[in-house]
């Protein structure tokens, strides 16, 4: 049925207010308005129109109201003239909006043509009075800041060299050469070689099931003295991992560096497309995380291996050159380190021998999540097949330990000065240990043990029995959902670091030091977002460390609103890259990499962008303290 008009409204009015009201219904904060008050909104807005370059907002204008972006582009100044904010279609301005008590109103220039639609002030007070949910969806102004400010940070030319934009589609160069799995290994050597190939993926009507490369029939057909008529099914590596042909090139290499493989198919949905290789991947880019850990496999040293990391440097530099995310460059350097790891645990076995009892060597913290940077130190420990016994065994890793952790600090990754490294007994210990001491912290929970705790919540396997870790998150996950006492206290671990925002909005500097007069990007922007995504995730019960992984998957079981991990999330990715940015300069200069940043070396616009993320970070804290409530520890 369709409404009924408003008396004294003339069709075509009413049909024009019809236009504004469904062009702001979609679009925040107007989305949280119920119809009702959607309905009379449009009697209350004016229509401006400003040539390009007219001054914005219009002198006459009411100073109280709200400004909608109906079509046009307006770029915002400050009052020495410098960009700070750029408005498109959609975007809301608010001109009382501003940092701090003393700053006056900004304003700007219409860059194009420009239509707006000004919500008169008294108009506006009543509605943010009269629906709560409309006053605080305000928040999402942030949001939309936020990601334009992250997508404007990674923009670069995407070059065919570029591995960070390069798709793995581009690098695919022949339809795929596909064997049955009832070929012989002689008719599969046979086409490799007609082929000029160095692999052939075992496909069906069913589908791809296996690969096979030149390496496997040296290894497993001619080594083992396999005859020629031997199927490839009985030498082939089953369920082969993919690639989909929509991920970046980089990420690409860092799972065959991870995965230590050499080839990857490529698939887009069930259908195979191609196969990619190192070889491809190395021939679009010399220097990428692979080539890295390509050659720290070679190394026969300590003194090699920390030449190696020496390098991490300029690959640091060259990823933030080309508009790198935060998750390309904490997995970049992370996957050396990584490397590294694996390298001296391979020496340390040629040394020691086989190991007596399956094991896994853990990461924890930054290098856990993936996020390690090029001033982070060691987080690691060993989690032991139940079949250990000290004293049969306990010598051969500690030894191995000692020789890891040594090694790493000889290579460039500094010792923990907590000790929380696998030369401690403490983390060198069978899997039912660690479950004990798991279900200790979540039973017995303090600041202390919680502060210990969150790093071993970021676990991830780095070399060995990767079943280990998984029995053990299976075991204590389900008991982490349900041990509220410990959630709260995590919850009080993540408000400890609060965001440098003063009252009006002014940046908390620190007031003497080394550091005075600059904002720590670590400890007050990037770890108050690591432990909100952990407190959240693991409220789930979700196995997943890397931090903004863990903010879209918290989001996905109810865990947090997907506003908020939105919300997080852009804040991490703009922290992080005005972090890397920083260090990068530090580099260039030849001084000593750490996480401070003064706000007076930043531009206008980045200033504002950071302290919209602090605000981002302090609303998700103040969330999560009413959630939790009285459960606060003191």
Avoid at 475 to 481: D, G, K, M, S
Wanted: proline letters at 6%.
């Amino acid at each position: 049925m369709a409404r009924d008009r408003p008396v004294g409204y003339s069709r075509a009015v009413v049909s024009e207010l019809h236009d504004v009201r469904e062009f702001l219904a979609g679009r925040p904060p107007f989305v949280a308005l119920p119809g009702a008050a959607l309905d009379v909104l449009p009697r209350h807005i004016s229509v401006r129109y400003l040539r390009r370059g007219a001054s914005f907002p219009p002198a006459d204008a009411d100073p109280s109201g709200l400004y909608v972006l109906r079509k046009g582009a307006v770029e915002i100044r400050d009052a020495a003239g410098a960009l700070v904010e750029k408005l498109a279609e959609g975007d809301i301005f608010d001109p009382t909006a501003v940092d701090s008590e003393d700053e006056p109103p900004r304003g700007g220039t219409a860059s194009e043509d420009t239509l707006l639609y000004v919500i008169a002030g008294p108009a506006l007070a009543g509605l943010r009075r009269d629906h709560p949910a409309f006053d605080r969806s305000f928040d999402r102004a942030i949001v939309e800041r936020l990601r334009r400010a992250g997508e404007a940070a990674h923009e670069a030319p995407r070059t065919g060299g570029d591995l960070l934009h390069l798709r793995v589609r581009d690098l695919v160069s022949r339809e795929p050469v596909t064997a049955p799995p009832d070929m012989t290994v002689r008719e599969a050597a046979l086409l490799m070689t007609r082929e000029r190939v160095s692999s052939l993926l075992v496909a069906d009507g069913g589908g791809l099931q296996g690969i096979v490369t030149d390496r496997d029939l040296r290894s497993r057909c001619v080594a083992a003295g396999l005859h020629g008529e031997t199927p490839l099914r009985e030498v082939m590596t089953s369920s082969p991992l993919t690639v989909s042909q929509h991920a970046s090139a980089f990420e690409a290499l860092l799972t065959m560096s991870h995965r230590r493989i050499h080839h990857l198919p490529v698939v887009d949905g069930d259908e195979l497309l191609g196969l990619v290789s190192t070889h491809d991947l190395l021939r679009a880019q010399a220097t990428n995380p692979l080539y890295f850990a390509d050659r720290v496999g070679r190394c026969g040293s300590i003194e090699a291996l920390r030449d190696t990391v020496n390098e991490v440097r300029e690959l640091h530099l060259q990823l933030v050159a080309a508009h790198a995310t935060a998750r390309q460059l904490g997995q970049a350097v992370t996957s050396v380190c990584d490397a590294v790891t694996r390298r001296l645990i391979d020496l340390a076995i040629d040394q020691l021998g086989p190991p007596p009892v399956p094991f896994a060597w853990v990461a924890t913290g930054s290098q856990g999540r993936g996020e390690l940077t090029l001033c982070s130190d060691q987080d690691n420990g060993i989690i032991l097949d139940d079949a250990y016994s000290a004293g049969g065994h306990g010598d051969y890793f500690s030894r191995l330990a000692r020789y890891v952790n040594e090694g790493l600090h000889d290579a460039g990754y500094v010792r923990c000065p907590g000790n929380v490294m696998a030369s401690n007994p403490a983390w060198r210990q069978p899997l039912c240990a660690w479950k004990g001491c798991f279900r200790d912290w979540l039973q017995r929970t303090d600041h202390k043990t919680v502060t210990l705790a969150v790093n071993f919540f970021d676990m991830r396997t780095v070399w060995g029995e990767e079943g280990l870790r998984q029995q053990l998150m299976a075991a204590i996950l389900p008991e982490t959902v349900r041990a509220k006492v410990f959630l709260a206290y995590l919850a009080g671990h993540a408000l400890g670091n609060q965001p440098p925002l003063g009252f009006f909005r002014n940046f908390v500097v620190a007031r003497s030091g080394a550091h005075e007069g600059m904002v720590d990007l670590k400890k007050r922007g990037l770890l108050p977002i690591v432990d909100l995504a952990r407190v959240h995730s693991l409220a789930a019960g979700l196995d997943v460390v890397a931090t903004q992984q863990r903010l879209r998957e918290a989001a996905a079981r109810g865990s947090l609103t997907a506003e908020g991990a939105e919300l997080l999330d852009n804040a991490f990715e703009l922290v992080w890259t005005l972090r890397a940015r920083s260090q990068a300069e530090q580099l260039r200069r030849n001084e000593p990499v750490d996480n401070f940043v003064a706000p007076d070396a930043l531009t206008p616009m980045e200033r504002r962008h950071l302290k919209d993320a602090f605000a981002a970070i302090a609303t998700l804290q103040r969330a999560l303290s009413a959630a939790h409530g009285d459960r606060l520890p003191l």
